[in-house]
């Protein structure tokens, strides 16, 4: 190379300006210079060229401009120099799409054949170049191609139809990309739910775990009140015995009986001669009631038609059930002459109640008190909270160091009895008056109605426990006939036949001094107890009355003419009225639902709110698993928490 050629190389780098070597132009007139070097190193050895170029070069770094870049590029690492070039808003932009390693770690897997981008240009077609493209030649565009009239042999209608048929592939593509995009949500949203009812089941078995330790709270103070109030008595007794001691005591002269002491002792009555409540420490049996301090409400957090609890009760019918609270005592009767006391709660017999001879045909559980009506023609009265059983671990008045763990055995074993003697001290007291079985009865307060197949109702005291009135259905029938001059009231054959076994007095309800009574020739009769009288009957039914229920405006009456009616109590005139496939046997109703059981294996439910019928009950749950349970007879319903007894001797608990 001549010293031309070096002197172009040079010379094409002095217009550089700044005599930077970074830009374009210095390193390309740079790289000149070592392949100059380089060649003439190779080909030409001694030659007087290489000492120009390399004098030439010696020149150039002996510049210290030259040198001061050449050491700042020695200390400047690679990406220093790369971002050295970069403009602010490229700084910027990469800045905000930076990732650190940690977040680019773990990243899932993503089974979506789409990619993002994919997915954009499907949901927002109109923000993409093609979309744009396309919506301004949509349908209208379309058309154009249609109607245009060319010939079919030539390359622009070939040329229309490609092009027609890419954009519906088009479009094809993007519809299939949408249904995978809706796809995937769908099973995101599956994830969620299913992750959300995980979280939910974990929350309901808390709330029980709460509502277990309430539960025994409560079962702990109430057997701290027992105590106390034993005391009390104890201390009581315990001062009179000592007061009785402090009196002086009787001198032989004052043991003398004197003639006149004879004479008083003969004028006094007999009555005066019975010791005084005060001189005789005896305890008798009070009636009192309890109420719980505080109200379940896991049911309320269920499904309806949820089961919560089935219970093997009687190896019989069930004749009659009822219950204070939801997860509270439950009290059950059946054909084989028993009556269990359940826990609720625990699922556990507390005890069976003695005294009656024959079944029970009716019962009622108020707060702690029980009253049942019996075929034996009596109705007994009991303290359900003298039980000395407690399935949820304790035991009133034991002693501490007993320990049956009954409470803490495995569900799935037998269930276990409950010890002997354990409601020995429940009775309070029998009420007998009528003359047969006892059919219907109701307790409001300290007012105790019954209903019997003797035709009679009967009111009874409950502070002296007799009876203090007696009212003859057919009596009344009669004189409501004689005073309206019509036979509206009178006793009358209803048009559909009775089986055998309905019952006279189907069902009453009392409350204060007002009674509605359902009989057997379809009447339902609203008495005042002040004077015994009806003074309105309400016709409608064709069948005997099986049920009734009423609140402040409506009373609700089932049939066994297959026929459920609501009553508006101010004007005596139906409201409403339901009718179903089989004879109704029992209804209940709460500030929600009415339930009935239409001799069916499921409970009817209208639900006011929503005014729609459903059913409820083990006919729909073991009919999927191929099993036929019992028809369902009696069903109770306390603020969505349900209660029903079978023929077979099974009692189911629902959340309705």
């Known amino acids: 190379m001549d010293d031309s050629d070096v002197h172009d190389a040079l010379h094409d780098e002095a217009p550089v300006g700044e005599d930077s070597v970074l830009i374009p132009r210095g390193l390309e007139a740079f790289t000149r210079k070592v392949t100059t070097t380089a060649s003439h190193l190779a080909g030409h050895v001694g030659d007087s060229h290489y000492h120009n170029a390399m004098g030439q070069m010696q020149k150039q770094l002996a510049r210290p401009s030259m040198q001061r870049k050449m050491f700042s590029m020695a200390r400047t690492s690679p990406t220093d120099l790369v971002r050295s070039k970069f403009s602010t808003s490229e700084i910027q932009s990469r800045a905000l799409s930076y990732l650190s390693d940690d977040m680019l770690q773990n990243i899932p897997e993503d089974e979506n054949a789409y990619s993002l981008f994919q997915g954009f240009q499907a949901s927002f077609p109109e923000l993409t170049d093609e979309g744009k493209r396309h919506r301004r030649r949509g349908s209208r565009g379309r058309r154009m191609i249609e109607d245009t009239p060319t010939a079919a042999n030539t390359p622009q209608h070939l040329h229309k139809l490609k092009k027609g048929k890419s954009m519906l592939m088009h479009e094809l593509e993007m519809l299939g990309i949408r249904k995978n995009m809706a796809s995937s949500e769908i099973r995101e949203i599956d994830i969620k739910i299913a992750n959300l009812t995980g979280m939910r089941r974990i929350i309901l078995d808390r ?213 002997e003697g354990s409601m020995a001290d429940c009775p309070l007291f029998v009420l007998q008056s009528h003359v047969d079985e006892i059919t219907a009865l109701h307790l409001r307060g300290d007012t105790l109605v019954s209903g019997s197949s003797d035709k009679t109702l009967r009111q009874w005291d409950l502070t002296k426990g007799r009876c203090i009135q007696t009212l003859d259905v057919m009596w009344a029938a009669a004189q409501a006939s004689a005073s309206l001059g019509s036979g509206e009231s009178t006793w009358r054959q209803t048009s559909r036949q009775a089986p055998g076994t309905a019952d006279f007095v189907g069902a009453l ?78 209804m209940m109703f709460d500030s929600r639902r009415i339930v009935s059981a239409a001799c069916e294996d499921v409970v009817k439910v209208y639900d006011k709110m929503e005014s729609r019928q459903w059913d409820c009950g083990a006919g729909i749950t073991e009919t999927e698993d191929g099993r036929t349970p019992a028809i369902v007879d009696h069903v109770r319903i306390k603020d969505g928490y349900m209660v029903e007894g079978r023929r077979d001797g099974l009692i189911g608990v629902w959340a309705c």
């Open 509 to 586: 309800q009392v409350f204060e001094s007002a009674l509605a009574c359902g009989t057997a020739d379809g009447m339902v009769r609203l008495w005042d107890l002040r004077s015994g009288q009806v003074h309105r009957s309400l016709v409608g039914h064709t069948g005997p009355v099986t049920c009734l229920q009423f609140d402040d405006v409506h009373i609700v009456t089932g049939s066994l003419d297959r026929s459920i009616r609501i009553w508006d109590l101010r004007t005596g005139s139906i409201f409403d009225a339901y009718a179903y496939d089989n004879p109704i046997t029992s």
């Open 207 to 419: 709330l029980a775990g709460l509502e277990q330790e309430e539960v025994l709270l409560e079962h702990d103070l109430v057997d701290m009140e027992g105590r106390i109030e034993e005391t009390q008595e104890l201390v009581a007794e315990a001062e009179s015995i000592a007061a009785a001691s402090a009196t002086p005591t009787r001198t032989d002269e004052d043991d003398l009986v004197t003639d006149q002491d004879v004479d008083e002792f003969m004028s006094k009555s007999i009555y005066e001669k019975i010791p005084s409540a005060n001189s005789t420490p005896a305890r008798q049996k009070r009636h009192k009631t309890s109420r719980r301090k505080a109200m379940p409400v896991l049911h309320e957090e269920f499904d309806p038609g949820f089961n919560i609890r089935e219970i093997k009760a009687h190896a019989d019918q069930i004749t009659a059930l009822d219950f204070d609270t939801p997860f509270g005592t439950m009290v059950s009767a059946s054909l084989d002459d028993t009556v269990k006391v359940w826990d609720l709660n625990a699922g556990r017999c507390i005890g069976s109640l003695e005294g009656h001879t024959a079944s029970v045909r009716a019962l009622q559980v108020e707060e702690n008190i029980l009253v049942t009506g019996s075929a034996d023609a009596t109705v007994r009265l009991w303290d359900l909270s003298k039980a000395h059983y407690d399935p949820q671990g304790s035991r009133f008045g034991r002693d501490d160091e007993e320990d049956d763990g009954m409470a803490f055995e495995n569900p799935d074993d037998q269930p276990v009895d409950p010890p």
